[in-house]
T-cell receptor, first 111, second 114 residues
Framework: SQQGEEDPQALSIQEGENATMNCSYK?????LQWYRQNSGRGLVHLIL?????REKHSGRLRVTLDTSKKSSSLLITASRAADTASYFC???????????FGQGTRLTINP | SAVISQKPSRDICQRGTSLTIQCQVD?????MFWYRQQPGQSLTLIAT?????????ESGFVIDKFPISRPNLTFSTLTVSNMSPEDSSIYLC???????????FGSGTRLTVV
C-alpha cells in the first residue's frame, strides 16, 4: 500500500496560533491533496498541489511539497476554533486514477 | 463542483442482513469511488465503479461482500452484505472533478451493525 504517514496524529493549540501538519508518502505522484473532515462527516477538499509545484496558498492555508523527500506539509495560519477537525493528505499516483489517504491529524483549536 | 446526495445518512442493522447505500450525483461522471472509514481510522478505497463495466475492487475487498451497481453516469449503489459488527464504519462515495482534479465526497453513511 502506498498509504502515507501523517504527523502528528493529534495536535492541540491555542486559537490564533499556527498549525503545521506533515505527510509522507511512498510512490511517485501526480498530485497531493489535503482534506478536512469535521466529526466523522463528509470530507471537504482544501487544496491540491501538483508534483511540479513546490508551494501553494489558499487563504490561511499554505501547502508545500518536496517530491525528493516524498513529503508535504499543511500550514494553517491564525487558527480559529472552527478549524477543529481531522485533516488528511491524499495522493493521486501516476496512472492510478484513485486517491490513497494518509492516516490523518486530529487538530483541536482551544479558545 | 459536483453535488452528491448520499443515503441513508445512518443506519443500525442486525448482523447477517444487508444494506444498500445510494449515491446520486448532479452531473455525469465517468468514475465513482467507494471508501470505508472504520472508527477512528482513515479512509480506505473499496472499489472504483465505471458505468457499463464491473467495478474494480481493491485488495481485501470482494464483490460478494460489497456488490456495486453503476447503472448510469449519475448514480451508484454499494451493498454491504451479510453484515457483522466489524462492518460498522462510515461509507463514503466520491467523484473526481474534471476541472480541479479534487475529489468531492458524499456526506457519508454511518453504519452500525449489532
Amino acid at each position: 500500500s502506498q498509504q502515507g504517514e501523517e504527523d502528528p496524529q493529534a495536535l492541540s493549540i491555542q486559537e490564533g496560533e499556527n498549525a503545521t501538519m506533515n505527510c509522507s508518502y511512498k510512490t511517485s505522484i501526480n498530485n497531493l491533496q489535503w482534506y478536512r473532515q469535521n466529526s466523522g462527516r463528509g470530507l471537504v477538499h482544501l487544496i491540491l498541489i501538483r508534483s511540479n509545484e513546490r508551494e501553494k496558498h489558499s487563504g490561511r492555508l499554505r501547502v508545500t511539497l518536496d517530491t525528493s523527500k516524498k513529503s508535504s506539509s499543511l500550514l494553517i495560519t491564525a487558527s480559529r476554533a472552527a478549524d477543529t477537525a481531522s485533516y488528511f493528505c491524499a495522493t493521486d499516483a501516476w496512472g492510478a486514477q484513485k486517491l490513497v489517504f494518509g492516516q490523518g491529524t486530529r487538530l483541536t483549536i482551544n479558545p | 463542483s459536483a453535488v452528491i446526495s448520499q443515503k441513508p445518512s445512518r443506519d443500525i442493522c442486525q448482523r447477517g442482513t444487508s444494506l444498500t447505500i445510494q449515491c446520486q450525483v448532479d452531473s455525469q461522471v465517468t468514475m465513482m469511488f467507494w471508501y470505508r472509514q472504520q472508527p477512528g481510522q482513515s479512509l480506505t478505497l473499496i472499489a472504483t465503479a465505471n458505468q457499463g463495466s464491473e467495478a474494480t475492487y481493491e485488495s481485501g475487498f470482494v464483490i460478494d461482500k460489497f456488490p456495486i451497481s453503476r447503472p448510469n453516469l449519475t448514480f451508484s449503489t454499494l451493498t454491504v452484505s451479510n453484515m457483522s459488527p466489524e462492518d460498522s464504519s462510515i461509507y463514503l462515495c466520491s467523484v473526481v472533478e474534471t476541472v480541479t482534479y479534487g475529489y468531492t465526497f458524499g456526506s457519508g453513511t454511518r453504519l452500525t451493525v449489532v
